[in-house]
């Protein structure tokens, strides 16, 4: 047996295990166990198994196309608009076009004869086309990493969500706050996940609790109002609020307003994720700037240096997040 | 000659125009003079031609997607990624994908080896690509007519635009406003130039000065701050402003909060595209509801008919709005 000749399935069987758990070793971008990984990885040494070959097995007749692929209640946050453009602006340089995917879109319907590869974006374990998309035969790259089992994706590009929250509530009691809340999503994506276990962390760390009140991944200006609301009432001495899903903000703000707290003042409040609302309220918000538009671009690139083998199955590239400081936090 | 094998250029030179004026007058969708349209018209008669054949001629080996073209500014509105999700769903139904083209996307590039036809959303007379992506040898639609010349698209979806802001207008006038003013763009698109038209009329009908400020297409809640401030201080009795840019409301409510105004009562505010900003204010602006999901469905549609030759090149179709009354206008 030729080392080009060596595939997945090869190292699989030989192993003993399925070919998404081989994956998932190989990759590293997966769930399983260390021990289970180190022997994948002898096998795979063994039998002269190359990931490249792998990787450029995966690529077919080009369809000169990838599919982007949001989160079913993304279709209202401009985060995912601007990220969608920054895919599309860097896919066009190695020619490739951006197949927008529906909403409930499965690996059926031919997906793999549609498209050379898939963006997943922050991909949440309690959507069901998920794991259909990871198994669609062509390589994946997600945004944030993928909480659920199945097949592991050829690649990633993560932000440092803990490490982003943290400065976000450093920030926070550095101008006073010494009762902050969290409005967080539950913990279905690896952003959410990240701000829950940050905030314990924080909290332990600074001898600082830090009431966290679960919210939709993708809540409205409502849906934070109420939340906040309830946090003014039930918390004393509530003195800041981080509010994670974008566009929710303007709610927090309208809250504060109607208990008589003078925001920027009275109240500090934060956002996760920066955008139009975030700059649109009075005063402007403090938000993590995700970058949108640069974080498209990046995972498109990824998939494109794994469709042209120029990047390993597995990879996982991180991307940066800055710190945008406005009136919300400033007590001036 | 049999009436099968009439084209368009074969109408075209008989009638001794361009192959555009032609489609422009057979098409309806254009601009061209009714003396022009009568004697194509007549031509194309006199020799058979049948438009079905034109649109069966359009269309070529199937590339299975349909290219979606946004505004250049487009990419921070959550309006256009509902329409977008909504072409991407009916799309779905014929089987076809979505391209979503850059901005800045040229004719060039092989459009049409990539798409079987286009849709061109919210055309703007200043943006260069959009006669290209009209020239682009594949049938397209637009979400609103293109003001500008060139060759005519194959079908339009149009909203009622002028319509809507006379009811707006009305619904003001009717909750006591006397001194209204519009924040609204340019007349580059239909949208922009269908709305200075219905100001003005309004004015003239009623014998009510409204002030119109321009500003971009896609300002931002600053910039409407900054116009609605400068409305504050130069018009007397200012009681009403009408916020045409999607996203922009916010930055009236701002302005009039700092004046001291109070939002629905001192101060009526109504928007002309509702969304996520309109929603998440308070109190939340009255606005008109665009439908943008069911907008996009409809571009869909028509271009799917086109294709499929059961429209005629030249359908143009009306989409219905609705008006969402809401604390911003009530008096409460």
Not at 70 to 84: E, F, Q, S
Not at 175 to 181: D, F, K, T, V
Request: charged fraction near 20%.
């Amino acid at each position: 047996m030729t080392s080009r000749s060596v595939t997945l399935i090869d190292v699989a069987r030989a192993a003993g295990v399925s070919k998404s758990t081989a994956s998932n070793a190989l990759g590293g971008a997966g769930r399983v166990s260390e021990t289970t990984r180190r022997h994948v990885r002898n096998i795979a040494q063994e039998l002269g198994y190359r990931p490249n070959t792998a990787a450029r097995s995966l690529r077919r007749s080009s369809t000169g196309a990838i599919g982007l692929y949001l989160p079913r209640t993304g279709t209202r946050l401009d985060y995912y608009m601007k990220l969608a453009f920054g895919a599309v602006e860097r896919a066009r340089e190695d020619g490739l076009d951006v197949v927008l995917l529906g909403p409930h879109t499965a690996s059926g319907g031919g997906l793999a004869s549609r498209v050379d590869g898939l963006l997943v974006i922050d991909p949440d374990i309690a959507d069901p086309s998920v794991p259909d998309l990871l198994d669609a035969d062509v390589p994946v790259v997600t945004g944030e990493r993928y909480l659920g089992g199945g097949a592991a994706p050829s690649g990633a590009v993560v932000c440092d969500n803990a490490a982003s929250l943290t400065a976000l509530l450093d920030h926070l009691a550095e101008r006073g706050a010494r009762r902050p809340a969290l409005l967080a999503p539950g913990s279905g994506s690896d952003w959410a996940a990240a701000l829950h276990a940050a905030a314990d962390t924080w909290s332990r760390r600074k001898d600082v609790e830090v009431t966290v009140r679960t919210v939709p991944f993708a809540a409205t200006p409502a849906q934070a109002d109420a939340a906040t609301t309830d946090l003014i009432a039930t918390v004393p001495d509530l003195d800041a609020v981080v509010c994670a899903p974008d566009g929710a903000v303007p709610g927090v703000l309208a809250a504060a307003l109607r208990a008589g707290l003078r925001t920027g003042a009275d109240l500090l409040v934060a956002a996760c994720v920066d955008g139009a609302a975030a700059r649109g309220t009075h005063p402007q918000v403090t938000a993590v700037d995700l970058r949108a538009a640069e974080y498209g671009q990046a995972c498109a690139a990824l998939l494109s240096d794994l469709l042209a083998g120029t990047a390993e199955p597995g990879t996982v590239r991180r991307h940066d997040w800055t710190l945008n400081v406005r009136g919300s936090t400033t007590r001036s």
